[in-house]
């Protein structure tokens, strides 16, 4: 929990705070868009709940913060909103919370499938979320983005006998991986299930399909609320951008509805309205315009 003699003096007077601890990786600011607010640097609390529901997503945020930056005196209120997780996003995908510093506070996802379940990237490794895991029917592969976001994944694999899934250019992060991609065309690793390199931000860097409709797009991809468009970042590209724009035209050649990051906000859009703002994206990028 966060040092209330550490809170960042923009923090608006009342129970939630943030501390210097704060990494600024965005995870309060997704789950308490109205109450977490961001400078620079850090994230901040803008607006203390006015509403149950906004109490809720505030607490979400305290225990799925990486590095514990917020503070709060609802310890035990924390404590029980630690069962709402993994959170429904929409149908069998949910959102795994706990966040993890070793992946600089990528998100994490779980699917519930008829045909085994499936992690994409991975949250912090904590008994809680590994019962809920058990009681959902287990892991049975756990897709790795990219080297930055494996985070636990290998003590994961262990506690459910998971068949890891990584690019073989990003091996490196994942050496002992059950199963590694090559190349950068498309693999049906299942019926519902289609894995997509995309080097760019990282040299092995992958995308994945799920029922054609749930795009998990890692760093390669988010929607930015503030501009209300989709956005990739030159900043953050450790690899290639003429790379990472030649992966981004490749996923013209798919149709999906929700682009779901490890990074950056989640959007679902109909799929004409996505391929659109895809080519806009593209556009820009190739004008460095991001």
């Not at 996003?89 to 706990?98: L, M, Q, R, S, T």
């Not at 994490?108 to 994409?120: A, E, K, M, T, V």
Request: hydrophobic fraction near 35%.
């Amino acid at each position: 929990m966060a040092d209330p003699k550490k809170r960042f003096p923009d923090n608006v007077d009342g129970d939630f705070f943030v501390d210097t601890s704060c990494i600024n990786c965005d995870t309060c600011r997704q789950l308490a868009p109205e109450v977490f607010g961001e400078t620079e640097d850090y994230s901040f609390v803008k607006s203390q709940p006015r509403t149950p529901d906004q109490t809720q997503q505030a607490l979400r945020a305290v225990v799925s913060c990486p590095t514990g930056s917020i503070g709060t005196s609802q310890k035990r209120a924390a404590r029980e909103v630690m069962a709402d997780f993994p959170l429904p996003i929409e149908g069998n995908v949910h959102y795994c919370g706990f966040n993890s510093s070793k992946s600089f506070g990528g998100n994490s996802y779980f699917i519930r499938h008829p045909d085994g379940n499936w992690l994409i990237d991975s949250p912090k490794f904590l008994p809680i979320l590994v019962r809920r895991f058990h009681d959902m029917g287990g892991v049975q592969n756990i897709f790795l983005t990219h080297r930055d976001d494996v985070a636990e994944a290998e003590r994961f694999a262990k506690e459910f006998g998971s068949i890891r899934i990584i690019h073989r250019r990003d091996l490196g992060a994942q050496p002992e991986a059950e199963l590694v991609l090559e190349g950068t065309e498309p693999r049906s690793l299942h019926l519902d299930f289609l894995a997509l390199p995309t080097p760019g931000h990282t040299a092995g860097h992958a995308a994945l399909l799920f029922q054609n409709r749930y795009l998990f797009s890692g760093d390669h991809l988010w929607w930015s609320p503030e501009r209300n468009r989709l956005g990739a970042s030159r900043s953050v590209c450790w690899y290639s951008w003429p790379d990472q724009i030649r992966s981004m035209e490749r996923l013209l050649d798919h149709s999906f509805e929700w682009v779901i990051p490890g990074h950056g906000h989640r959007i679902q859009l109909p799929q004409a309205v996505m391929h659109r703002e895809l080519s806009a994206l593209i556009e820009r990028m190739k004008g460095q315009n991001v």
